[in-house]
């Protein structure tokens, strides 16, 4: 052994003494591609955050997706969607969006002296030169020569704020290079930085010194939960690795850097080039050698796995050792730790088990690239993570997962990993010299505690500290990979999308499935799994019934236990990713399903996406398909699995044909676990498993274009032929699907209500944990209630603290222009506050100067008018004025809503313009009309609430209307929390009426009068999104059906009542007759049914309707004045309404029309909402919102909000949607409109039709 340490080690001195002759020249300033004018490059405007569109030629593939355009910024990057402005990204890396960093920092070129050229390139000459490049960087394989380039040059770029200051860093300035070369699939970025091109290494961002960035970022991915995807850094947080960017190469030559950013058809990856060269060293010494035994690599399957190989290279020592890339799947995955590698630097092979010794050499420090996956809400932690640090070449990805997961080591080589000491300065990486056929993982672990990473766990697990870091485990009750837990016995649903192209038969052309939706539901203690995906054409449905392997791995993951065996779920958790090739006899048709399983999501539900590539066998439509039952043979490793099997199936045509075919299959898992748990993974002893799948179920459901799968599902021995007669393992129990079933002795057994739920087993109901324990979320931190569980969120304003657990405050003001630049900011808990500076009115949000005197608006102009003409002598008119109306002006000079013509005793209601609203004038001895101040609210000189819209925590809340903004009060039950109300929105130059909830997108819709308009916001934050902006006079009622996804609103000035689809598509008049001053209206989707109120003075009345405009009838005419708010009241089919005239609220059964009073002497309400047994109220002369107890027939609360003004809209925002039967799944079949009716649906036309479509009635 000790002879061959010394011969390796003279080995590697031989190597190292012959890599230092191996100094290449550094990369000239003339040497760059040829830039400038006269290159016909175009130029970037001057600035510090100027941005420029350029088109390209050709499409270039970046990180698996096609791109038509780039966008050149003054900060050193290139992104292929339009950048957000500067704060949004700089110093908070990995940013949101996709982009290639080239020098990433604060840069500034709006002295003169710094210029960013760019251009599109295609002349032989510079793709020849690009080709040179790619081919010193991927010596040892085929370069297909590029057909496209783009250029950009940041020249004599300056630090932003340091240009003139008169100091010496105002004349350091910096200069780089990038190059894009690209073909129609592949494309290589080559990134150029001259000898003395860096004079600085960072920029000032947010007051604090940044160091310069260069890397690739893939930004945020995912369909349903957004997360981040691939972030590959060619820099560190070490200085030195940006100012040997200069000085070193992955390319052959000094300061050019060249990586393939777009091929790969499956993985999101980044390859570096792979020729290294060192520069000069000096004073090397000879490093130390340590000894380290290893043991034998044990797994399954080796022609599924490899592995990666050590070739590590450092600054002056070892060159690299040039080895094949196999075209196998790798085996490692990063799915959520920071992953080091150095660019360049390994190859994958097969692992060959066998005994190795290695030499530990400490080098000089090197430039290393770092790949991460980090889940958005941990981008800027501060505190550590499971980290698994290997210096090798990166390696394919799958996607992020929804939460960190564990980070793989190769199964059963086990090797002695020492702790990194704290970074205090550039620390020297120990690298391993081994046999050349040697494949080995170096492993660096940072020592992690549970202390610091308890929260990363689920909520149903605990954290274990080891010896070489911490690991969770599911506590007893649930089972998982203690990343994710779910409830033993807990039925599971899961969500994703499905893509592709599949060729059916002889087809040429393929069928394209686009985010196709996916839902499934299993029950747990039986091993059913359901699978439905929908929107499926017709001429590839009948074809899809033959995958039913495509729910299969659902079925896998949850199927039930037999005795000693462990399903999918319980072994890996919900992370994983699958690949499976399937092959149809005898037509040999061949079909590729990848799936990403991608963990838990905040609704307690698994996420996965799917994507299909190949030919599937030609069926009829019409015809059915019967699966036989089939047994699979999982072969498990460390963190690989492997199976195969071959099912039969006949397919029975319309006509009575049947035919029996053959279909087999092989699939791979590949997943993490967790690398630190000495006792070793819980599937280690489980070497072989095998799954029973029978009582399968397909159909395609043309009628409703959707492809179902239904098996039942068990996982056990595989030789045992014998069926285990328990029924807690046939599946035949009986008890609640809620409920856990335990084996006795013989067939005895027991049901016992899973956690999160309560009853004898057979009956088993959930526990509301939020409504028992009310205050288990803590402080700022609201609960929300789900099926067996709960969830805690912060309030908006606060976020969580590195615990996981404690909401803190958010400083906004440390954000920059939170305020106007004349205002200052206050933060206060939860929220901030902006007030202009003395000399400067507004709200704080836009500030402007004051002065001393305003011009008249044009009420107190007409009222001046009126009164001077008035006083003018009698000799100057022809006759004297008996009476001459005279407007009313507020007190901001503003037209009151309510005018009156003294002298003949009549009033109306007028606009903002003081022009009369039609069918509001009343004649003499009647009361004036209750009319709507269409004003807009000016800007307040005081502090106000943010403008846009900000996230809230999810739970009960009141969201209501005040002129220009919408405020929200939280529910803790039916009482108000006053003083935690808030603003959602702010809209100061709106009159904003009636607001609406859509559960399902949670989303708030409402009309504003002075657009007019519809507009919606969904309030997990973002922008107003205009909805419908046409053809509106005064939009004053709004209703949602958020089963049917339909619009209903009211305009009282064109007396219609219409509806559209949620986007304000396909746009319907249902009503415009016998109609004066329609303005609630309200939705029953349980019966398809629509309600509203007519205010008419002369003939007030509430009516009834079908969804589709049918069955109109009078539900209530007697006994109303001012019907203004109406209700209703999914759960107990109650509608109410609030009568400013009669000052009642009461409610009916329209079934049954069963009328009943709640509370009289109430004063002047405009809307109403019902939650509970409670409704709520505003109120215009109290301007207030009140609350009334339906059961005590009484006000029990009165809420007046800070601003003292009239309130309009109210709503509540439900935790949970109510849950009906939608008559309108997959639009119901309709071609543009599909409007519920009582049992049934109408399919019926927007008004505005392009010819195509079809009406009829089902």
């Not at 689809?1061 to 746009?1067: C, Q």
Request: net charge negative.
């Amino acid at each position: 052994m000790e002879m061959k340490a010394v011969s390796r080690l003279c080995w590697w001195l031989c190597w190292y003494l012959a890599g230092l002759g191996a100094v290449t020249r550094a990369l000239k300033l003339e040497e760059l591609f040829e830039f400038g004018e006269a290159a016909g490059d175009l130029q970037l405007p001057p600035g510090s955050d100027s941005t420029a569109k350029l088109p390209l030629k050709g499409s270039l593939v970046y990180l698996e997706e096609k791109y038509d355009t780039v966008y050149i910024n003054t900060n050193g990057f290139v992104a292929v969607a339009e950048p957000p402005a500067e704060e949004k990204y700089l110093g908070k890396t990995p940013s949101e969006f996709k982009m290639i960093a080239v020098l990433l920092g604060d840069l500034d070129n709006s002295d003169g002296q710094g210029k960013v050229y760019f251009r599109h390139d295609s002349t032989p000459n510079i793709l020849g030169r690009a080709a040179d490049h790619i081919r010193q960087g991927f010596p040892d394989g085929k370069v297909e020569k590029p057909t496209n380039t783009f250029i950009v040059t940041w020249e004599n770029m300056a630090a932003q704020g340091t240009s003139g200051r008169g100091d010496q860093l105002d004349t350091k300035r910096i200069t780089f290079q990038l190059v894009v070369a690209y073909t129609a699939s592949s494309a290589w970025a080559i990134l150029l930085y001259p000898r003395n091109g860096l004079q600085f290494l960072y920029t000032s961002i947010g007051g604090e010194r940044k160091l310069l960035e260069s890397g690739f970022n893939e930004g945020l991915v995912g369909w349903f939960w957004k997360k981040q995807g691939l972030y590959f850094n060619i820099t560190s947080d070490d200085e030195a690795s940006i100012s040997q960017l200069t000085k070193k190469t992955n390319a052959a030559r000094s300061g050019v850097w060249v990586y393939k950013i777009g091929s790969s058809p499956f993985f999101v990856e980044i390859q570096p080039g792979k020729v290294f060269s060192s520069p000069e060293n000096e004073g090397v010494t000879e490093p130390p050698v340590t000894m380290l035994p290893t043991q034998t690599a044990d797994h399954v399957g080796v022609d599924f796995l490899t592995y990666t190989t050590q070739g590590i290279k450092t600054a002056g020592t070892v060159p690299e050792e040039k080895h094949e890339q196999p075209s196998e799947t790798p085996s490692s995955f990063q799915t959520g730790y920071p992953e080091t590698v150095t660019p360049g630097n390994a190859t994958l092979k097969t692992q060959e088990p066998h005994f190795v010794e290695s030499d530990t050499i400490a080098p000089a420090p090197t430039s290393t690239g770092t790949i991460q996956r980090i889940h958005p809400t941990e981008q800027h932690e501060t505190e550590t993570r499971y980290t698994t640090s290997e210096t090798l070449q990166p390696r394919h990805t799958t996607p992020t997962p929804s939460e960190p997961r564990y980070t793989s080591e190769k199964p059963g080589l086990q090797q002695r990993h020492v702790p990194a000491p704290p970074r205090s300065a550039p620390q020297h990486p120990q690298i391993v010299v081994v046999d050349e056929d040697l494949d080995v993982n170096v492993f660096a672990y940072n020592l992690e505690t549970c202390a610091h990473n308890r929260h990363k766990c689920s909520a149903f697990a605990d954290c274990r500290d080891h010896s070489r870091g911490y690991c969770c485990h599911c506590r007893p009750g649930y089972y998982g990979n203690g990343k994710d837990c779910v409830a033993e016995g807990k039925p599971q649903r899961m969500n994703g999308k499905v893509n592709g192209q599949v060729f059916v038969g002889n087809l040429p052309s393929p069928i394209r499935l686009t985010n196709n939706d996916l839902h499934s539901y299993v029950v747990a203690n039986d091993g059913r799994a359901y699978v439905a995906i929908s929107n499926i054409p017709d001429s590839v449905g009948p074809s899809l019934q033959l995958l039913s392997s495509l729910g299969g791995v659902i079925g896998w993951a949850f199927a039930l236990e037999q005795p000693g065996y462990e399903n999918g779920f319980s072994l890996i958790g919900g992370v994983f990713s699958r690949q499976a090739e399937v092959v149809f006899q005898p037509g040999n048709e061949h079909l590729t399903i990848k799936q990403e399983f991608k963990g838990i999501d905040e609704h307690d539900h698994l996420v996965m996406s799917t994507d299909l590539d190949g030919r599937l066998p030609a069926v009829p439509l019409g015809s059915t398909v019967q699966i036989k039952p089939y047994k699979e043979i999982h072969q498990y490793s460390r963190n690989f699995i492997i199976s195969s099997s071959s099912c039969n199936y006949t397919i029975t045509s319309p006509d009575g044909d049947v035919q029996t075919r053959s279909y087999q299959w092989r699939q791979s898992i590949i997943f993490q676990t967790c690398p630190y748990d000495e006792a070793g993974w819980a599937g280690a002893t489980l070497t072989t498993q095998q799954l029973s799948v029978d009582q399968i179920f397909v159909m395609f459901d043309a009628n409703n274009h959707l492809i179902r799968y239904a098996m039942s599902n068990k996982i056990g021995p595989i030789h045992s032929s014998l069926l285990e007669q328990n029924p807690c393992f046939s599946g035949r129990h009986g008890c609640d699907i809620n409920a856990v079933c335990t084996p006795g002795e013989g067939v005895r057994f027991s049901c016992e209500c899973t956690a999160g739920f309560a009853g004898d087993g057979r009956y088993c109901h959930d526990i509301d944990e939020c409504r028992e324990t009310p205050s288990v979320c803590g402080p700022n931190a609201v609960c929300s209630n789900q099926p067996g569980s709960l969830r805690c969120e912060c309030s908006a304003g606060f976020v969580f603290a590195s615990d996981g657990k404690t909401c803190v405050d958010v400083d906004e003001c440390q954000q920059q222009d939170r305020c106007h630049a004349e205002a200052s900011c206050s933060n206060t808990q939860g929220s901030f506050t902006c007030q202009c500076r003395p000399g400067f009115h507004g709200d704080g949000f836009h500030c402007s100067p004051t002065f001393s005197e305003r011009e008249k608006t044009r009420c107190e102009q007409q009222r001046a008018s009126a009164v001077a003409d008035s006083d003018v002598p009698f000799s100057f008119r022809p006759r004297p004025t008996v009476g001459r109306y005279v407007p009313r002006c507020d007190e901001r000079g503003a037209y009151e809503p309510t005018q009156c013509h003294q002298s003949i005793g009549q009033c109306w209601c007028v606009d903002a313009n003081g022009q009369e609203v039609p069918n509001t004038r009343t004649g003499p001895h009647s009361s004036p009309p209750l009319c709507i101040d269409q004003a807009v609210t000016p800007a307040p000189i005081g502090p106000t609430p943010r403008p846009d819209v900000q996230p809230i925590a999810p739970g009960a809340y009141l969201l209501f209307a005040q002129s220009g903004k919408i405020e929200h009060v939280p529910l803790d039950g039916y009482i108000m929390r006053r003083e935690e109300a808030k603003p959602l929105l702010h809209v100061p130059d709106r009159v904003v009426i009636a607001v609406a909830y859509d559960c399902v997108e949670k989303m708030v819709y409402w009309t504003d009068i002075t657009g007019p308009a519809i507009s919606k916001a969904s309030l997990t934050g973002g922008d107003i999104v205009p909805v419908v902006t046409k053809e509106l006079q005064s939009p004053e009622g709004i209703a949602i059906d958020h089963v049917a996804r339909l619009l209903f609103w009211t305009d009282s000035t064109r007396d219609t009542i219409e509806v559209s689809k949620l986007d304000g598509s396909h746009r319907r008049v249902l009503f415009d007759t016998d109609l004066v001053n329609p303005r609630p209206i309200v939705t029953n989707p349980a019966y398809g049914r629509l309600y509203w109120a007519d205010w008419n003075r002369d003939g007030p009345k509430i009516e009834m309707s079908n969804m589709d405009g049918t069955g109109r009838v009078v539900l209530v005419k007697d006994n109303l004045a001012l019907p203004n708010g109406l209700t209703f009241d999914y759960e107990n089919q109650q509608l109410c309404w609030a009568d400013a005239g009669t000052r009642k609220v009461e409610c009916m059964d329209p079934h049954r029309q069963l009328r009943r009073n709640i509370v009289e002497g109430i004063q002047y309400p405009f809307a109403l909402v019902s939650f509970g047994r409670n409704l709520y109220y505003t109120d215009w002369r109290r301007e207030a919102v009140v609350a009334v107890d339906r059961h005590l027939g009484k006000e029990t609360e009165e809420f007046l909000p800070q601003k003292r003004s009239r309130l309009y809209g109210i709503t509540t925002t439900a935790t949970q949607c109510p849950q009906v039967y939608n008559y309108c799944a997959d639009n119901g079949g309709c071609s543009h409109l599909c409007l519920p009716r009582l049992g049934g649906l109408s399919c019926r036309c927007p008004d505005a039709t392009d010819g195509q479509c079809e009406e009829k009635v089902l």
